[in-house]
Nanobody, 115 residues
Framework: QVQLAESGGGLVQPGGSLRLSCAAS????????MGWYRQAPGKQRELVAR???????NYADSVKGRFTISRDNAKNTVYLQMNSLKPEDTAVYYC?????????WGQGTPVTVSS
């Protein structure tokens, strides 16, 4: 089993920044992809950003140029730097790990963008 511990969510004003972190522990082995998804009230969960074990990244169109995903393999940790936040970024953000085709999810951290 893989456990994921997220942190960094909260309330921020439009135009502000937040940094999310997610540390993986447990049965972490070899190569694995890491990413962030989000789910807004009344909407489906959607991919925000993903980074492969080799460092390749992809982003949702809605966050390109504003969000940056990175990872520290020595710490089994993935980060999401979110800048120029908008009210429509309000959602619960979930950390995701894919290891040997098995998905693991964090419990989610809420992000609220409001004045």
């Amino acid at each position: 089993q893989v456990q994921l511990a997220e942190s960094g969510g909260g309330l921020v004003q439009p135009g502000g920044s937040l940094r999310l972190s997610c540390a993986a522990s447990g049965s972490i082995r070899s190569a694995y992809d890491m990413g962030w998804y989000r789910q807004a009230p009344g909407k489906q969960r959607e991919l925000v950003a993903r980074i492969t074990s080799g460092g390749n990244t992809n982003y949702a169109d809605s966050v390109k140029g504003r969000f940056t995903i990175s990872r520290d393999n020595a710490k089994n940790t993935v980060y999401l730097q979110m800048n120029s936040l908008k009210p429509e970024d309000t959602a619960v953000y979930y950390c995701h790990v894919l290891q040997r085709s098995i998905p693991y999810w964090g419990q989610g951290t809420p992000v609220t963008v409001s004045s």
